[in-house]
Nanobody, 121 residues
Framework: VQLQASGGGLVHPGGSLRLSCVAS????????MGWYRQAPGKERELVAD???????RYGDFVKGRFTISRGNAKTTVYLQMDSLKAEDTAVYYC????????????????WGQGTQVTVSS
């Protein structure tokens, strides 16, 4: 299973970015997909995730600024980030809770390579 994330970049405070992540490979089903982030010197933290039943969680810091959604094919997840702040600067990682076609199932065991988001004036 591979996760390919895209959409990071440099944006001014108050600006917006949209992250995308596509899952591919030997997938039987996807139970959930989401985004975590890690800033230098800090622990990785939940940004948002969404289950196959459309249950959504957001990190406390989101406060209505970000929106997570899934594509029609259910193998893609998006993160619309608005009103970005300097403290949102981090590497954003896409993760997925995937039941593979074969082999053992481990919850949330698949991660993308990360995409850098930098919010700076």
């Amino acid at each position: 299973v591979q996760l390919q994330a895209s959409g990071g970049g440099l944006v001014h405070p108050g600006g917006s970015l949209r992250l995308s992540c596509v899952a591919s490979g030997s997938i039987f089903s996807i139970k959930g997909m989401g985004w975590y982030r890690q800033a230098p010197g800090k622990e990785r933290e939940l940004v948002a995730d969404i289950t196959s039943g459309d249950t959504i969680r957001y990190g406390d810091f989101v406060k209505g600024r970000f929106t997570i959604s899934r594509g029609n094919a259910k193998t893609t997840v998006y993160l619309q980030m608005d009103s970005l702040k300097a403290e949102d600067t981090a590497v954003y990682y896409c993760g997925a809770d995937v039941i593979p076609d074969s082999g053992a199932y481990y919850p949330w065991d698949h991660w993308g390579q990360g995409t850098q988001v930098t919010v700076s004036s």
